[in-house]
């Protein structure tokens, strides 16, 4: 179990700093318990990512996909505003 907690503590952490289009499965599954309540919009944008990244056809990844799409591109623009 703390290896598991470990392992998607790294993976979370690889994530922020890469910030891939997606993340890994792991990473994906933590966070569909978070994004039961996402708005359509951003299920929409989930649906477009997982069959573009073959994502296992379960509405969570959708979901969480479309979560992480929104975190992703706010890290993003935040990063851009830091440039000189």
């Known amino acids: 179990m703390k290896d598991d907690i470990e392992r998607l503590e790294l993976e979370f952490s690889e994530a922020i700093r890469t910030l891939p289009e997606i993340p890994s499965l792991r990473v994906l599954r933590f966070l569909s318990d978070a994004s039961y309540s996402v708005p359509s919009h951003v299920q929409d944008k989930g649906k477009e990512l997982q069959r573009i990244h073959g994502l296992p056809f379960v509405a969570e990844y959708e979901w969480a ?13 935040e990063h851009k505003n830091e440039k000189p």
């Not at 996909?65 to 623009?77: D, F, N, P, Q, T």
């Open 65 to 77: 996909a479309g979560l992480w799409s929104v975190i992703r591109e706010a890290l993003i623009a």
